[in-house]
């Protein structure tokens, strides 16, 4: 069942009703030109809450707060900081964390248990409590703030990454808009990424978190860009119900339309963060059809994505096919190599596991322009998967070698 | 126990009594100054053979037909080209493998079931038979041919790899050496490496295999260029008994002298792997102490000698000792945040999971240098675990964008 969505024009964390966001300039961030680093999103009414976070044993103290609080289900606004990410600093890393949601709750009038709170940039660096204790005061919130906030939150990006779509359900119209940050640092399994999601859909919230874990895994844990996975990724969505209508759980009438309104956004997003990889100047995405299951389909997709020789042959714009297979062959998912197909910009350059002719200078032209698809047909059954990553360059290197000294 | 071992000057896979080897140019390898592609290293005798290959499902025909061969326990000789792969070639591959052999073996006057053929180079290509016809009978096999061998097998390699090491046991004098080749898609679990190794000690062949096997799993298994393990990767040795004694076997005196002997070679040969890394400036040694177990002390140094953003730090003399936690901490092993310490070339800059002051200036000096160690203490438990690899530069990835092109 195909559900009507539609983009809607500078779609952002705001767009759905009865969200109000804001930034300010505190002084954390140096490194950027963008001088916006600390920011809000507000509802107007308690919302359900969902979330999923980073799989690194190292978790910023702001991720262990964030997950004991979304636990209880309701939640009603997030500060967020850039520039220094609260991790590796011992036990005054929650310490802060918690005065912080307490900064954001007081400023808003809310209760700090609703008020989640997350940092990204540095590690190992104490967040500036004096600058974030003026700034969350100057914060003003609204309708149209998820811009700025969209803006706040970016640490190394080039650009700015919001959607938002609209969906009929129930006979109402709901939207669901989001941002995200993240340039470096990305894996699946949440990697140095950021992303806040709202809605104005009344989602209740154990179908909220069941939506949220599903969309989250056939997105931003099938991109990567340095195969790093950081200690703050986060991806938190917020629904308030203010667009009215029933209920949305898991087996009512509506559920398909949010899910599909959800992965669309959550794809939008994830894309742009696999774009803007550090010195990234193409975007890949490779596909795995006829793959045994979906779980085979998901690690060929992501070895191949992953590989630092398929990624620097990319950036040569070289249809070096060797590497890709090489890449299949360890992923570990079950293969047979002489059924394996593989197109390069939707022309075959292999059948039956073998090269088979074709003209390269075609080929060599598509892999030139801003984006690259790759698709393996492992022809062993039905099941597919798609991960999206970037090229690598020599400026991500340079950029690399140089981030701290 | 710790047994004397004696390294020989200019040692190779040659040193070792009763060996042969020599090389040709057959015109098999067109893109290197270095005019060797083809050789042999052969046996007076027959031997006791083992051997480790690589876990891609995607395997050269030959790495197939060397699996079975082992498997019988005894080899005498074997032929090796560089320049192309025999890997990704359908049926052909497999009647071109035993060709090969055959080819050394009427060559040597010797049963073709007692030789081994390996092939490194171009992926997808069939091997031209009729100059490998013509190259095989032209190789000459003398008792010091081991660096003419040593020199033929290299593909992208910058720098010979060859070692051996003489030791006592059982009252006689015994002598192990070996050849590596290896500098691209080298990643834990054999990659585009090749790796011969001989000796003139009596091994009985079911512990020559436990040695290997052991041996393997923490010196060639523990480097990573790029992550990326190949189709061909295959580690061989050959135990001729030339230097006459009693039989090593898994319980004998003379066992502990073996396999410390092989691990010192085998260590040896690859971190020269590791060093000369495509584009690498720098070794980088990786060791993690205090892990609860021996494999998570082996994850957690892999995780972090294979970090791409580490070995960008690394490049840049940086040290950036969040993304060594960063990859600490996703890699996997158990641990414990707050009892994590961390040195970079002996100076120690986290303890208690937490940075230090240290004098940055001397540090970054230190990592300047060809070498870099990075210790982790977990603080857990007893077990050790060391990794090799080397940076990530602004060379590698122009190499690599370009290398069929």
Redesign the interface.
């Known amino acids: 069942m195909s559900v009507e969505l539609k983009w809607l024009e500078k779609g952002t964390i705001t767009s759905p009703k009865g969200f109000l966001a804001g930034a300010t300039y505190s002084g954390i961030r140096t490194y950027t030109e963008d001088k916006l680093d600390l920011g809000i999103v507000s509802s107007e009414v308690p919302c359900t809450v969902a979330g999923t976070f980073t799989?690194?044993?190292?978790?910023s103290p702001s991720v262990v707060m964030n997950q004991r609080r979304v636990t209880s289900g309701r939640a009603q606004a997030v500060v967020i900081n850039s520039g220094i990410a609260n991790?590796?600093?011992?036990e005054q890393g929650m310490t802060d964390a918690l005065e912080m949601a307490d900064l954001a709750a007081k400023h808003l009038d809310l209760d700090p248990e609703l008020v989640l709170a997350c940092s990204t940039g540095?590690?190992?660096v104490e967040l500036p409590m004096a600058l974030i204790r003026a700034g969350v005061a100057k914060v003003q919130l609204t309708a149209d703030g998820g811009h700025d906030l969209g803006r706040a939150i970016r640490t190394t990006d080039t650009t700015d990454k919001e959607f938002a779509v609209s969906f009929h359900a129930g006979g109402k119209s709901y939207v669901l808009g989001g941002i995200a940050k993240g340039s470096?640092?990305v894996h699946p399994?949440m990697a140095t990424m950021l992303a806040f999601l709202a809605t104005d859909a009344p989602v209740e919230q154990q179908f909220l978190q069941e939506a949220l874990s599903k969309s989250v895994d056939s997105s931003f844990n099938m991109i990567s860009v340095?195969?790093?996975?950081?200690?703050s990724d986060s991806v938190i969505i917020l629904a308030n119900g203010a667009a009215g209508g029933d209920a949305i759980t898991s087996g009512s009438p509506s559920a398909e339309a949010f899910r599909q309104a959800l992965d669309e956004v959550c794809i939008a997003l994830a894309r742009e963060i696999a774009r803007d990889g550090e010195g990234a100047s193409k975007l890949v995405q490779v596909t795995v059809d006829g793959a045994l299951s979906e779980s085979d389909a998901r690690i060929a997709a992501r070895a191949v994505v992953?590989?630092?020789?398929v990624k620097?042959?990319i950036?040569?714009?070289?249809?070096?096919?060797?590497?890709i297979?090489?890449?299949?062959?360890?992923s570990g998912?079950e293969?047979d190599?002489?059924r394996v197909a593989l197109y390069i910009s939707d022309v075959c350059i292999m059948e039956?596991?073998?090269?088979i002719p074709y003209f390269k200078d075609a080929v060599?032209l598509t892999m030139s322009g801003p984006e690259i698809s790759l698709r393996l047909d492992l022809n062993l059954g039905n099941a597919s998967a798609t991960a999206w990553g970037c090229d690598?360059?020599?400026e991500?290197?340079?950029f690399?070698?140089?981030?701290?000294?």
């Open positions: 799989t690194n044993k190292i978790k991790a590796c600093v011992g540095l590690i190992g470096g640092m399994n340095d195969g790093d996975t950081s200690t992953s590989s630092t020789l620097a042959a950036h040569g714009a070289d249809p070096n096919w060797g590497r297979m090489v890449a299949l062959g360890y998912a293969l190599e002489s039956d596991g073998r090269p060599v690598l360059s020599e991500y290197v340079t690399n070698s140089a981030y701290t000294t």
